[in-house]
């Protein structure tokens, strides 16, 4: 049974860091594309950022690009969102979500977690 559980969340004061992780069980990262989706209230969900599996490539979103980076640790069956300079839009709660690259990358994972709420306010 895939299951993916998100932590890390929390306030965070304008220009500050944190550090979501995304634990993977009931099957390898070895196989499976990780995206880190966000949804604020009121809007839409949108990609943040995702790691392949093959080779590692990575993607972001342009809004996080420089900011936030994205990292998978296979040995612990592990992805983390390292997010620096978050700003008051980046107020959302963050989703992992896993399936093949291309499912990934258009947005429409299989599996999904239960999300984390990251909130950016002074």
């Known amino acids: 049974q895939v299951q993916l559980v998100e932590s890390g969340g929390g306030l965070v004061q304008p220009g500050g860091s944190l550090r979501l992780s995304c634990a993977a069980s009931?099957?390898?990262?070895?196989?499976?594309?990780i995206g880190w989706f966000r949804q604020a209230p009121g809007k839409e969900r949108e990609g943040v950022s995702c790691?392949?599996?093959?080779?590692?490539?990575?993607y972001y979103a342009d809004s996080v690009k420089g900011r936030f980076t994205i990292s998978r640790d296979n040995a612990k069956n592990t992805v983390y969102l390292q997010m620096n300079s978050l700003k008051p839009e980046d107020t959302a709660v963050y989703y992992c979500?896993?399936?093949?690259?291309?499912?990934?990358?258009?947005?429409?994972?299989?599996?999904w977690g239960q999300g984390t709420l990251v909130t950016v306010s002074s």
């Open positions: 979500a896993t399936d093949v690259v291309n499912r990934v990358v258009a947005g429409i994972p299989a599996y």
């Open positions: 009931g099957f390898t990262l070895d196989y499976y594309a």
């Open positions: 790691i392949s599996s093959s080779d590692g490539s990575t």
